[in-house]
């Protein structure tokens, strides 16, 4: 059974950082592209970020580049989101995602295959 299991959202202040973690379990991490998503209330869930099995190639939704980073660790079947310069309409829930096959560079909503349960991230004004 696939798990992935996020943690470290919470409420920041306009500016602030924060890191995401995402632990998984069930699947063979190291031959997995994994990414984050978002959703906020009224929305719909929109692609943040993605990451080759390999390590060496990211993908980022326009409305996060330069300011957010994708990263894993293989050793520890983890994949985090570094969040920085964060704006309230960076307000949402955000999920881990993992694809069974196919490409970080071509992960999106309708080609994900594992979803956590998501964290959420409130951003203050």
């Known amino acids: 059974q696939v798990q992935l299991l996020e943690s470290g959202g919470g409420l920041v202040q306009t500016g602030d950082s924060l890191r995401l973690s995402c632990e998984a379990s069930?699947?063979?991490?190291?031959?997995?592209?994994m990414g984050w998503f978002r959703q906020a209330p009224g929305k719909e869930r929109e692609f943040v970020a993605a990451?080759?099995?390999?390590?060496?190639?990211?993908r980022y939704g326009d409305s996060v580049k330069g300011r957010f980073a994708i990263s894993r660790d293989n050793t520890k079947n983890t994949v985090y989101l570094q969040m920085a310069s964060l704006k309230p309409e960076d307000k949402a829930v955000y999920f881990c995602?993992?694809?069974?096959?196919?490409?970080?560079?071509?992960?999106?909503?309708?080609?994900?295959?594992?979803w956590g349960q998501g964290t959420q991230v409130t951003v203050s004004s």
């Open positions: 995602a993992g694809r069974r096959l196919g490409s970080a560079q071509a992960m999106d909503v309708t080609n994900v295959d594992y």
């Open positions: 069930g699947l063979n991490f190291n031959r997995t592209p």
């Open positions: 990451i080759s099995w390999t390590n060496d190639v990211t």
